[in-house]
């Protein structure tokens, strides 16, 4: 249709997501995968886990002991540059804890949880809730009413809907993420509306729950931490200023949330990506319309590989960062027409 060429001439992959494809059995995806890539190594991951945070506390503490405080334009200026660059690096610490809540950071389950909870719960993202709609997301990749995460409206139109870019953006990457956390925005139609902090009613109100049983007090557990951050944000404002933590926290996080929505809205969305309903839907399709993009050595170092080895993370998500290189290269080996790739 003239809409799919449209789509074709205008996506990176240049129509590859809409190529006929013969399907492997999930059994046959797993196994292409090198075993040692499934090998968690608690050492190397804490040493990440130090470093990364080790850069946003020595960032912070540049910015609070050189970082001028007039109001002048300048101030503004080194303030602004400052959140650019503390969010970018903040976002590190945030993957790590999404490896944590993939089981995908180390064997021990207590070291892992409380790396998780700490780091996400540092970042305002509650960590049970997050891991469980996560892994509802990581089940129904692409699924058009089952999916959790970036699901597309379901219009019965078929007329192209105009779009104002800026406002795309700026709803996307500014509200998008506090959305999704606080009324499940853009979450999967048989969920309903949803709340990653409160599981009960006015939430609960879909056909299918997003934290079914004992989900919802790991859900109110997450909700401690927050409480415990947003306590001492307060603390802190009072002893200091409301504008000075500002600065110091809210804009970075700001800038860490647009990252985090910029990664996921680039790994699952492009204009010849499909998606399906429940009759033709399957594991594998979802996994393999996963994309992957570059993003340079810097930001692919400081974010762990996130968005430049997402397909092998859908195909296997117990996989820890630093083997990640390796299964997705084992991938594409062995699945070379199935594995995306958009390099603009």
């Known amino acids: 249709s003239e809409r799919v060429e449209l789509a074709v001439q205008r996506g990176g992959m240049k129509g590859k997501a809409l190529q006929s494809k013969t399907w492997p059995s999930k059994t046959q995806v797993m196994s292409a995968i090198p075993a040692d890539c499934l090998v968690k190594d608690t050492g190397r991951s804490l040493r990440c886990a130090a470093a990364s945070a080790f850069y946003v506390v020595f960032c912070g503490l540049l910015a609070w002991k050189f970082l001028p405080r007039s109001g002048d334009p300048l101030s503004l200026i080194l303030w602004a540059s400052y959140a650019a660059v503390q969010g970018t690096l903040a976002f590190g610490p945030w993957v790590l804890a999404h490896e944590c809540g993939h089981n995908a950071f180390c064997d021990e389950q207590w070291i892992q949880n ?50 104002s ?27 309903g509306r949803t709340s990653h902090f409160w599981p009960f009613s006015p939430f609960r109100n879909g056909k299918r729950e997003l934290f079914p049983g004992s989900w919802k007090r790991k859900v109110l557990l997450s909700d401690v931490g927050i409480l415990a951050v947003l306590a001492l944000l307060w603390h802190w404002a009072s002893c200091t200023s409301l504008a000075f933590v500002v600065a110091m926290y809210w804009a970075p996080l700001l800038v860490m949330n647009a990252w985090l929505v910029t990664y996921t809205w680039l790994q699952h969305t ?6 399906w309903g429940p009759e033709n839907w399957s594991w594998v399709k979802g996994a393999f319309h996963t994309i992957d993009r570059p993003y340079g050595p810097v930001l692919d170092y400081l974010h762990h590989r996130l968005g430049s080895t997402h397909v092998a993370h859908h195909v296997c998500s117990a996989i820890p960062h630093y083997k990640a290189q390796a299964a997705s290269e084992a991938l594409r080996a062995a699945f070379p027409q199935l594995c995306l790739y958009d390099p603009t």
């Open 165 to 191: 870019l800026p406002r795309s953006l700026l709803t996307h990457l500014v509200f998008g993420w506090p959305a999704y956390m606080l009324a499940g925005i853009t979450g999967g139609p048989s969920y």
């Open 114 to 163: 409380l790396v998780g909870y700490t780091f996400h719960t540092v970042f305002l993202t509650p960590y049970y809730s997050w891991q469980r709609s996560h892994a509802v997301h990581h089940s129904r990749v692409n699924h058009m009413t089952q999916g959790e995460t970036h699901v597309p409206l379901l219009r019965k139109s078929t007329a192209p809907e105009p779009a």
């Open 270 to 275: 492009d204009v010849d990506v499909p998606h």
